[in-house]
DNA sequence: TCACGTATCTACCAAGTGGTAGACAACTGG
DNA sequence: CCAGTTGTCTACCACTTGGTAGATACGTGA
C-alpha cells in the first residue's frame, strides 16, 4: 500500500522539519512540499497539527529508546562501559539526524500537553537511570553525588554535542567523517572522566 | 526620556520571549503586548523584525560576555578555579533568565546572516579560550584532550543545565532556592571532574 | 508663534496560517 | 457491475503575520 508509506513518510519528513526548524517555524505547507502532498493530505493522517506533533515525538521516542535499550542491555556489568555504550549507541543516529534529539529538546516550549506526553513515555526508562545510578554509587563504581542530575547533566552534554553542530563549527570543527570520528572519542573520555568514582 | 526606555524594554522583553518561546513563537504583537506599546512602535524602532533579532542578539552577547570575562580575570592562576569562577557566575543570570542562552541556541535555525553576526562577535572569545586550554593542557594541569571539543562540551552541558530546566524537572528536581544551590554544587563538581588531569 | 523632528498611534494590506467542505478517482467485496 | 470505502485533491475561509501609510500629539529651538 502507498496509504500506509504516506502517514510514515510525513512522520518522518514532520521530525526532521520539526527537529531543525522547529515546530513554530514550519508550516503544514512545508512538509507537504517535502514529501510530495498537498497540505489537506497530512490533514487526513492527522486531524490537525497538535495531533501530528504528538505523533512526531512518539515517533522519535520510539526510535531513541529502542537504541538506547538495545545498548543498555547488549554490556555487561561494569556501568562505565555500560553508559559508554548507550553514548556510542546514541551517537550515530543523532549526530547523522540532529532532528531527533532537536524535537526532544523542543517539547520544552510545546504545550504542557505535549510535554506530559511524552514525559509519560520516557519517565519508565529515566527512573530506571537514576536507580541504577544510585546502587552503583553505593557499589562505589561511580563517582559520587547526585544521580538524578548526573543523569541531566549527561543528557544535556550529549544532546548539546548532537544537536548543536553550528556551535562546535565556530570552534573550528569539521563535519567529516574524521570529525564525527574524533568527536565521538572526546564525548566518550569527557562522560567517562565525569562518571569515574 | 521615556523614549529610549521603550527601546531598552522592547530588547528585554524580546529577549525574554525569543528565547523561551522561540523567534518564530513570537510576534511583534506578543512583544508589543507584553511592552505595553502597539506593534509599529517596534517597526519604528526596529525596522523589521529581522533587525530586532540582530539587536537582541548583541544585547544577549553582551550580557553574557560581561559576566564571562568579568569571572575569568577575577580569579588567579589555577585552570580549573577559573573555569569554576565562569560556571557560577554564568549560573546565575543563565538560570534566572533561560532566555539567555536558550536565544543563543535558537541562533542555529536562523539565517546563517544573523548565525555570522554572532559569530563574529563571540570568536575573539572562543579563541582566548582554546588557546588557554591548550597551554594549560601542555602544563599538565588541565586532562590532555582536544580543547575546542572540550570548549564545545563544556558550553553544551551549562547551557542544557540552563535552558532545559523542563528536563532537570522531569527528573524530579524542583526548581526552588534549595534546588537551584544543590544543581550548583552538582554542576561544578561535574565540571572539576570533567576538568581534572 | 511656528516649522520641525520625535514618538506613538489608527487604519490598512498582501501573504501565509491551520482547518473545513466536498469533488474525484481508484480500488474493494458481493 | 455496482455500492462503499479509502486516499488525494481543489476550492474556500477566518485569522494571524510582518510591514506600509499617514494622522496625531508633543516638545523645542528660531
Redesign the interface.
Known sequence: MTADSTRRRILEESLDLFG???V??VSLDDIAESVGVRKQSILYWFNSKATLVDAVLDHAADELLTVVEAAVRSRGDDPLARVDAVVCAVFRPVVRRPALLGLV?E???LDPRH?NHL?QR??PV?QAC?CYFESEMHRGRL?R??P??????L???????G??????E????TADTAGLR??RR??R??VR??L?P
Open positions: 531543525t526548524r522547529g513554530d517555524g529538546r517539547v520544552g516550549r510535554l514525559r520516557l519517565d529515566i537514576r563517582r553525588c547526585d538524578a542530575l548526573l543523569a541531566g547533566m543528557y544535556a552534554t550529549v544532546a548539546g554535542v544537536t548543536e553542530p553550528v556551535v562546535l565556530s570552534l573550528g570543527w574524533q568527536l572526546e564525548l573520555r569527557y572522566a565525569t569515574a
